[in-house]
T-cell receptor, first 112, second 114 residues
C-alpha cells in the first residue's frame, strides 16, 4: 500500500538533546512538508521541500533542521535551540504545488 | 497571503442531527479549498476538495461543502451525523499561483452526542 510513514509514534527526550523524526513516503510525490500541531491551534509549517536537495523554511523554522537527500525521505531534526519542542509533528507530501497533501500518522514528541 | 478562519472551535450535536462547520478564507488570488478530518492521535485525512467547476463538492463519509466566492466561504455540512464523526475538522486553502503551501484554520472539534 502506498502512503506516508512516520516513526516512532511516541518519542521522549531530555532537554538539551537533539532528536530526529523520520518521514518516508512511497507515493512518488515531489513535495514534502513538516508541520507542528499544538492544542487549540492549527497546523504550522516548519519546513517544506519541492525537490530533492532543496528545501525552504516555513513559518516556524527556528530550532529545526531538515534534509532531502532522497525523494522518499524528509527527516526533521529538533535541535536543542528549539525553545518549546513538545508537540505533535506531522509530515505530509503532495504530487505538486497547490494540490492536496497526504499526511502521515504523526509523531508525538515529549521533551522533559 | 492566504488565511483561514474557522468560526467555531467546538460544535456539539446530537446523533442523527444535521451539522454545519463554518470556514471563511481571505485571499487576493484564486484558491483551492480543502477540508481535512483528524481523529485522536492520528494524522489528517482528506474529506473533500474544491479545485474548480461545480461549487458543491461531495466528499467521503457523507460530507459535502459549498464554495461561495462572493462570501469567501467553504462551509462543511452533513445531513445526519454519527458517533463516529466525532473528530477535529480543519479547513485549508492554497492559492493557484504555484505556491505549494496549505494554510490551515485552527480547527473545529465536532462532538456527536448519543
Amino acid at each position: 500500500d502506498g502512503g506516508i510513514t512516520q516513526s516512532p509514534k511516541y518519542l521522549f527526550r531530555k532537554e538539551g538533546q537533539n532528536v530526529t523524526l523520520s518521514c518516508e513516503q512511497n507515493l512518488n510525490h515531489d513535495a514534502m512538508y513538516w508541520y507542528r500541531q499544538d492544542p487549540g491551534q492549527g497546523l504550522r509549517l516548519i519546513y517544506y521541500s519541492q525537490i530533492v536537495n532543496d528545501f525552504q523554511k516555513g513559518d516556524i523554522a527556528e530550532g529545526y533542521s531538515v534534509s532531502r537527500e532522497k525523494k522518499e525521505s524528509f527527516p526533521l531534526t529538533v535541535t536543542s535551540a528549539q525553545k518549546n519542542p513538545t508537540a505533535f509533528y506531522l509530515c505530509a507530501s503532495s504530487i505538486a504545488d497547490g494540490y492536496e497533501q497526504y499526511f502521515g500518522p504523526g509523531t508525538r514528541l515529549t521533551v522533559t | 497571503a492566504q488565511s483561514v478562519t474557522q468560526l467555531d472551535s467546538q460544535v456539539p450535536v446530537f446523533e442523527e442531527a444535521p451539522v454545519e462547520l463554518r470556514c471563511n478564507y481571505s485571499s487576493s488570488v484564486s484558491v483551492y479549498l480543502f477540508w481535512y478530518v483528524q481523529y485522536p492521535n492520528q494524522g489528517l485525512q482528506l474529506l473533500l476538495k474544491y479545485l474548480s467547476g461545480s461549487t458543491l463538492v461531495k466528499g467521503i463519509n457523507g460530507f459535502e461543502a459549498e464554495f461561495n466566492k462572493s462570501q469567501t466561504s467553504f462551509h462543511l455540512r452533513k445531513p445526519s451525523v454519527h458517533i463516529s464523526d466525532t473528530a477535529e475538522y480543519f479547513c485549508a486553502v492554497s492559492d493557484q499561483t504555484g505556491a505549494n503551501n496549505l494554510f490551515f484554520g485552527t480547527g473545529t472539534r465536532l462532538t456527536v452526542i448519543p
